[in-house]
């Protein structure tokens, strides 16, 4: 099912900040999201972003990404050339304590295994505070290239990572990698209509 752009959605997500290799202050993102209010329905979601370079421009890519809805696969290739698959995953919170196992629907892989503990105190992210140059996503699809900002509102609290073992279709990781994490809590983001133009 197309659920076409915009979409508002709230949850809650915990971001992996991994250093690139040779770039001093340079981070790829890891990022585990709980969508429980989404357009297509609530649906959980493991992705991992890193800047590239297009025309000249440097802006955010998505690849590797999946997610547990049919739906959110369809529309998000359709809406912004974002080049989601479908995966299993189950995630429990207990406390301030969270866990995640993801895995492959046909074979059964497990490719993803997390273990967190977010703090108890947090500030709050204001929708808009961070310029738009620095949330700008590019995806390519099709002979097609999507740019986008997502802007969204949340409360970030510090996150301490207890176990994390990730495997292909993502980079190989594991916690010792990680430089820093955050939890985003009750986000609120908009996702626009995309600026599509012919490769």
Request: proline letters at 8%; hydrophobic letters at 45%.
């Amino acid at each position: 099912m197309l659920v076409p752009a915009p979409w508002l959605l709230r949850g809650s997500a915990i971001v992996f900040f991994v250093p690139v290799p040779g770039k001093r202050f340079a981070h790829s993102l890891l990022m585990l999201v709980r969508y429980r209010e989404a357009p297509v329905g609530p649906y959980d979601e493991l992705l991992w972003c890193r800047q590239r370079r297009f025309g000249g421009r440097k802006a955010w890519h998505v690849d590797p990404i999946v997610v547990t809805s049919e739906a959110s696969v369809v529309s998000g290739r359709a809406n912004w050339g974002i080049p989601k698959f479908r995966a299993n995953m189950a995630i429990a919170d207990r406390g301030a304590s969270s866990s995640a196992t993801v895995w492959d629907p046909d074979s059964n892989r497990v490719f993803a295994d997390i273990v967190t503990t977010t703090g108890e105190r947090g500030l709050p992210l204001r929708r808009g505070l961070v310029p738009e140059r620095f949330v700008t996503l590019v995806q390519e699809r099709d002979g097609q290239r999507y740019w986008f900002s997502p802007r969204a509102g949340a409360t970030i609290k510090r996150v301490r990572v207890d176990r994390l073992s990730l495997d292909a279709p993502f980079p190989r990781l594991n916690h010792t990698q990680v430089r820093f994490a955050v939890a985003l809590s009750d986000f609120e983001m908009n996702f626009p209509v995309a600026t599509v133009e012919p490769l």
